[in-house]
Each structure stands twice: as C-alpha cells, then as structure tokens.
C-alpha cells in the first residue's frame, strides 16, 4: 500500500486527537478507530471532516477497508445533542463502510433523563449500539486487550507520538517514491540517448552515466540506511527502552510494516537499476571500442591504399628499370608496408575480437576485418611478388656485373696482346 496517496492532512490537524487509531483489531479483524471524548469532532469543518475520515481509512490496507470499521465514539462527558450530530456527521461523511458504531452515552445526570429518545437506532440509518460505560464494550466482539487507555484498554498508545510516527514515516514513503521515480527517469534517459560517433563523446557520455549511476546507488543505500534508523526509532517505546511487546503497541507495528514495505522497494529498485545496468554498461563499453575501432581503421586504411598504390607503381617498373633495383622509392615503399602490416593485423585482430563478444555493430564491423583482411593479404603478396621479382634483377644485375667485368678484363688483355712487339 502506497502512502504516496494517503498524504496525512496538517499536523495540527492530525494533532488534535479528534480520531485515533491505536491500531486494535476485533476478533474479525474489523478495524478499531477511537472518537475521544474531547468536545472536538463537531466543531470539525465538513472539509476537515473529510480529509480525517478519508486519511484513517486510507491508512489502512485494502482489506480491512472491504471488511468495514468499527468505530468507538466516546461521548460520556457530552451531551445527546453532541453525541446526536457525532453520528450523523459519520453518516454522511464516513469514506468507507462502517461495521459497528460504539456509542459510549453521556453520563451526566440530566443527559441520563433524555437519553431515551436519542437512542432511537432507526433514526441514524447506522449500525449504532449504546453503552453506559467502556467496559460493556468488550461483549466478545471486541477483546479487552485491544482497546486503548481512553476507553479501558491496555492498549499503550500516545497520539502525540503515534503522529510523529506517522509524519516520518509517510515521509519516508514519500522519498522512496521520488527514487523510485528518478531510477525509472535515470533508465529512460540512459536507454534513450543516443550513442556518440567520436571517441571523445562516448568516453565523456560514459563518464556522465557513470555518475548518475553512482549517485542513485548512492542514494538507494542511504534510503536503506535510513529505514533502518527510522525502524529503530519506532521499536523504541522511549529514550531509554525498546519496545518489549508489539503486541500492545499495534499501531508501531503498522509502522513497521510500512517502513519494511518501503525498504523492500527500493531494494527491489536497485535490483532493478542493477538488471538493467548489467546490460547497458557493456554497451556503452561496446561503443566506446567500436569507436577506437573506427578511428585507427579510418587513420590507417587511405595509408595502406596509398601504399599499395606505390607498390604497384614500383613493381612495374622493376622490370624496366635496373636503376630501380638500387633506388631510394623502392626501399621507402618496402619499409613503409614492413612498418604498416603489423598495425593493420592489430586493428584486425581487434576487430575480430569484437565480432567475437557478439557486438551490437557486428554488420558494420565484419565488412571493414573482411576488407582489411584483403588490403593486408594484397599487400603482403604483392610484397612478396616485388621482392621476388627485386631479387630476380639483383641477381640478374650481378650476373651481368661479372660478365660486364670478365669482357672489360678481356679487351684489356687484348690490346696488351696487341700491343706487344
């Protein structure tokens, strides 16, 4: 049951013990509420009327709202004509169905001389039963030991605290809702942006939601820290004593329950945030890889292309040109590809790992690894293919060196021939 829609009515309202609920219970568990005899009921404004009635009845759980109240006016200090308008403002106003009313009468010598006439049960339109003192309101219906002191029971309740009580608590109530209304907003936030093309604006977007984590965990615990605190403060009947016996303080124990109501909620939040986080988070992380992923192939693929380009420009040419064999274009271009290889396999090996993990991108990943995969195995031949053709025309060039050699060596040792007298 949500306090969020039973907001109490002003404390000074509330604190005027025009209506009690000590938190009794008939043997059917019907509800007990307590009109003190106070004088006060009557001077209520309809509006305040109706504000107390509803908050005391929403106070309770739906069932006990379907079984019906029993309500014990105590009227033994007043008058008929009091204890007369007492019931018709509870029939006209009463929210809820009412069981029994109990009209304890007024004891007064003269109101004892009109009390006839008054007690015309037909005349209210309620289930109305009078009695002359409280203890006839323990007619096996109602057990002695859930009455409060006003009316004769053992009952230990304090309205004055039993406010307080109930300020904190729905207080409490109150607060939790707000974190349970900010873990949903946090959610749809986090589900609905948008993830970030650069690298930068995921790294930043990821430390944003880190944040907003952190400080709703943050603010769940302390929730539940402070239910803790707030559950101790009711179990102790006063600054020095615990309470001993719930079982004489009922409406504590309504108390708990609410308390404990609120704090598996947000128990039940933070499972929720953490459900939902356990999937999201990996796929902030997913982007942000993705992205570096995007920036070093983006950074490196027109190199590698530009690179192929001069490697085939070159390797035409070894066959034309023996110059080339010893040229300084051909050694930049080898070493450039020597050089790119390894970072272009590592960007693979990196994409290869992502696909592997079930990335969300997976359709946009696969065609870069297959079209990387491809430039590096091109390269790689056509390396190979140049540097075999290369060696080729070094050895070719050193074959023709020696016999460029052996024919100078030749005509030298002709002309001697040919010279000699």
């Known amino acids: 049951m949500s306090i969020m829609s039973m907001m109490a009515p002003h404390p000074d309202l509330l604190s005027r013990e025009t209506i009690t609920a000590p938190g009794g219970l008939t043997k059917d568990q019907h509800p007990i509420l307590v009109l003190p005899d106070n004088f006060r009921f009557t001077s209520l404004t309809d509006e305040e009327l109706d504000c107390l009635l509803s908050y005391y009845c929403r106070i309770h759980t739906p069932g006990e709202q379907k079984r019906g109240f029993v309500v014990i006016v105590d009227r033994r200090n007043d008058t008929w004509l009091q204890a ?11 929210p809820s169905r009412i069981e029994m009313i109990y009209c304890i009468e007024p004891n007064g010598i003269i109101q004892k001389t009109f009390g006839a006439g008054f007690k015309q049960v037909n005349g209210y339109n309620l289930p109305v039963k009078f009695v002359q003192k409280p203890e006839e309101l323990c007619d096996g219906f109602i057990p002695h030991d859930q009455l409060p002191p006003t009316v004769g029971g053992p009952l230990l309740y304090d309205h004055r605290i039993w406010c307080e009580h109930r300020v904190a608590v729905e207080k ?19 589900r609905n942006t948008d993830l970030p093309n650069e690298t930068d604006e995921t790294d930043e977007l990821i430390k944003e939601q880190l944040v907003l984590r952190n400080h709703l965990k943050n603010d769940v615990n302390e929730g539940i820290k402070r239910g803790n605190a707030l559950q101790d403060c009711v179990l102790q009947y006063d600054s020095a004593h615990p309470v001993v016996n719930l079982e004489r303080i009922p409406d504590r124990m309504r108390n708990i329950l609410l308390i404990r109501e609120c704090m598996e909620r947000l128990s039940q939040v933070e499972k929720q945030f953490d459900n939902f986080w356990s999937e999201h988070y990996p796929t902030l992380l997913q982007c942000q890889q993705l992205r570096k992923f995007e920036v070093k192939f983006r950074d490196l693929w027109p190199t590698l292309q530009d690179r192929l380009k001069a490697l085939n420009l070159v390797s035409e040419k070894i066959g034309d040109a023996v110059d080339l064999v010893r040229s300084d274009e051909l050694t930049d271009v080898m070493d450039d590809i020597e050089e790119l290889i390894p970072q272009a396999k590592d960007i693979l090996a990196m994409g290869k790992r992502l696909t592997a993990k079930r990335h969300y ?8 690894c297959k079209e990387l995969e491809e430039l590096i195995s091109e390269l790689e031949t056509k390396s190979k293919t140049c540097e075999e053709k290369l060696q080729r025309c070094r050895e070719l060039e050193d074959r023709m060196s020696k016999v460029r050699s052996h024919t100078e060596t030749q005509f030298v040792s002709h002309e001697r021939y040919l010279c000699t007298p």
């Open 361 to 368: 991108a997976d359709d946009s990943i696969r065609p870069k």
């Open 84 to 94: 007369r308008a007492t019931l018709m403002k509870l029939r006209e106003h009463f």
């Open 172 to 190: 409490y109530e109150m607060n939790t809702c707000e974190l349970d209304a900010e873990s949903t907003d946090v959610m749809d936030k986090m």
